[in-house]
């Protein structure tokens, strides 16, 4: 339990532990699960990943969307290893809080009951075959942007995982460029349905970094604990930079008339971003909050008998080892054959 749960003026041996972190963090070391960490850290740890789990999964909805409908076997057969990832990224997190006593169940019940938000970009529909590109440019990019730094975040689980993620975002990332180079360079129709897409991406993936700096209540304590690397308006802006130069390459607009290349800066300055659509969308009330969130709940309990199924695999396997264990041995030790036994 952390020094600043307990009540009262923490004692010697807390202050030490305390001291201990702290210095690790300075230092630029990893904390990991069985590292004393101070009880705020490891909450706003599983806040954040837990935001971060839920987002991979409820991400997969609106490109799944276009799965049955992708224009090529080509098209298709990459859509789905990309949505698959996607649960793979869930996954890596979810073992992630596991590790900060955050249990799967109790981080699922939360999301389903509204107690636990996910990224504002996934309340928003996929209308057109264009926006799977739209997506894997901009959201994926945005993602990239934004977790490349958290691979360097000072808790080593979360880290470790954010590297693989990270990785195979890219690839992502990739797929949706190539995508939409093929549109803006097929005929006057596609190219029209890829601009159109982009011009719905483009300010939701600007909020994905979420509020501005003077308005990000955890983000100085997470920089402090070098959880966050970097402050939500820096990435914002190290996104903007990057895409400009892409959106010209791509033969697209961005539908932003303030986009303009500030030399003293050495920057692309954008226009206002509409922040109470920001809000009204963590509110719950987005275009797709009440579908994304419904169909994660059906999806769960249609998958109930699988996970029962697992569960009662699990316990048959245990018991086999159990009897299988000479007598005498200690419960949870696996009997090991020896060179003798072996011979
Ligand atoms: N949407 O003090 P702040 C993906 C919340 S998945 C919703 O700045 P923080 C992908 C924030 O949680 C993309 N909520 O917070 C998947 C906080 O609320 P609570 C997800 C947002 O944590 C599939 C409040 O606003 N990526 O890449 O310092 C396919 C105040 O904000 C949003 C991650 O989760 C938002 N956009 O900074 C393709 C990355 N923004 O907790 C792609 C990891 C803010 O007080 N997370 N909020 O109720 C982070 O880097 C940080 O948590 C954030 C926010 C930059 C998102």
């Not at 705020?40 to 969307?65: C, D, F, K, T």
């Not at 939360?110 to 990224?119: E, V």
């Amino acid at each position: 339990m952390g020094a600043d749960a307990a009540e009262g003026p923490p004692s010697g041996a807390e202050q030490a532990l305390q001291a201990a972190f702290d210095a690790a963090v300075a230092a630029d070391e990893r904390i990991e699960p069985r590292d004393w960490m101070p009880e705020a850290y490891r909450a706003s740890l599983v806040r954040q990943i837990a935001q971060h789990a839920h987002s991979e999964i409820i991400g997969m909805q609106p490109e799944a969307n276009w799965i049955t409908r992708a224009p090529s076997l080509r098209r298709k057969a990459i859509l789905m290893a990309k949505v698959q990832d996607e649960a793979g990224h869930g996954l890596y997190l979810y073992g992630a809080a596991e590790t900060l006593g955050a249990g799967r169940d109790e981080l699922l019940d939360k999301l389903h009951t509204g107690r636990q938000k996910y990224s504002s970009i996934f309340n928003y529909p996929t209308l057109t075959w264009a926006d799977v590109g739209a997506i894997g440019w901009l959201v994926d990019g945005a993602a990239i942007t934004n977790q490349v730094p958290l691979c360097r975040c000072s808790y080593g689980p979360y880290a470790r995982a954010m590297v693989r993620i990270c990785k195979e975002e890219s690839f992502h990332q990739r797929q949706g460029y190539e995508l939409l180079l093929a549109l803006s360079r097929g005929t006057e129709a596609q190219r029209a349905m890829a601009q159109d897409a982009v011009n719905r991406w483009w300010w939701p993936s600007l909020m994905m970094f979420g509020p501005p700096d003077d308005e990000s209540p955890h983000s100085a304590r997470s920089m402090a604990w070098k959880i966050k690397r970097h402050s939500n308006d820096e990435l914002r802006q190290r996104f903007v930079d990057i895409c400009v130069p892409q959106a010209e390459a791509l033969g697209l607009t961005l539908p932003d008339p303030d986009l303009r290349w500030n030399e003293e800066r050495g920057h692309w300055d954008f226009g206002a971003i509409d922040w109470q659509e920001f809000r009204d969308v963590l509110k719950g009330n987005g275009p797709c909050n009440e579908q994304r969130l419904s169909q994660r709940r059906r999806a769960h309990e249609n998958g109930a008998w699988v996970r029962e199924a697992a569960a009662a695999h699990a316990a048959k396997q245990a018991a086999r080892r159990a009897a299988a264990q000479p007598p005498g041995q200690p419960s949870g030790q696996a009997a090991r054959p020896t060179e003798t036994a072996r011979s």
